[in-house]
């Protein structure tokens, strides 16, 4: 469990600093998709991994535990207002972003991924 935490506190820190930070500007359509792709691809991971990290913690009796694999649930928050940066950054370039579609890939993809991240 305490891997798959690790592993998410990281992801929302790359989020933090790319909220943080001014949008970046591309010179083509492809490399706008790349970078797009490859955060959305961030948010899946940290979803697989909070879940997987509560599905862990939720097989042990011991309460601090479950509260400690619990709590990190809340960064997804972070990835919400990730999307909502990535959404006006790309409406600045004169393109859009339908954050529904997002959210539709995230749900679609986190069982894959935690099959891939799920810890033997």
Do not use: N
């Amino acid at each position: 469990m305490e891997h798959h935490l690790i592993e998410a506190d990281q992801i929302v820190r790359h989020f933090e600093s790319v909220i943080a930070e001014d949008c970046p500007r591309f010179d083509t359509v492809a490399e706008r998709r790349a970078y797009i792709d490859g955060e959305v691809d961030r948010v899946v991971l940290l979803v697989a991994h909070l879940e997987e990290a509560w599905s862990e913690a939720k097989r042990t009796s011991d309460k601090d535990v479950r509260r400690a694999a619990k709590a990190p649930r809340a960064q997804v928050g972070q990835a919400q207002s990730l999307v909502t940066k990535l959404q006006t950054c790309i409406g600045d370039g004169g393109a859009s972003l339908e954050p529904r579609a997002i959210w539709r890939r995230v749900e679609q993809e986190v069982p894959r991924r935690r099959a891939e991240i799920a810890l033997p």
